[in-house]
């Protein structure tokens, strides 16, 4: 069965920090591109960040020099470190696994607020 499971979402102040993690069931982490998407409230899912199984990253122009992903291949599970994190930050953040085939996670709940 394959499982994505995002942790480590909450509310955090302008300027703050939070990581979060992806654990990934075994089918579903080798030679795939892992990645973190997010969804404001009324906007379209977009991408924050990818990475390979070579440890190749992508990310959106938005987060650039604030975001890192990162990936530990021996426990499945992918990263996002997010720092000098913005109001506009907020949103859902999803997990996501692609080879071929789109796997998604819960999504985690990301608040920026004073």
């Known amino acids: 069965q394959v499982q994505l499971v995002e942790s480590g979402g909450g509310l955090v102040q302008p300027g703050g920090s939070l990581r979060l993690s992806c654990a990934a069931s075994?089918?579903?982490?080798?030679?795939?591109?892992m990645g973190w998407y997010r969804q404001a409230p009324g906007k379209q899912r977009e991408l924050v960040a990818t990475i390979t199984s070579g440890g190749s990253t992508n990310y959106a122009d938005s987060v650039k020099g604030r975001f890192t992903i990162s990936r530990d291949n021996a426990k499945n599970t992918v990263y996002l470190q997010m720092n000098s994190l913005k109001p506009e930050d907020t949103a859902v953040y999803y997990c996501?696994?692609?080879?071929?085939?789109?796997?998604w996670g819960q999504g985690t709940q990301v608040t920026v607020s004073s």
């Open positions: 075994g089918s579903i982490f080798n030679g795939y591109v």
């Open positions: 996501n696994g692609k080879r071929g085939i789109n796997y």
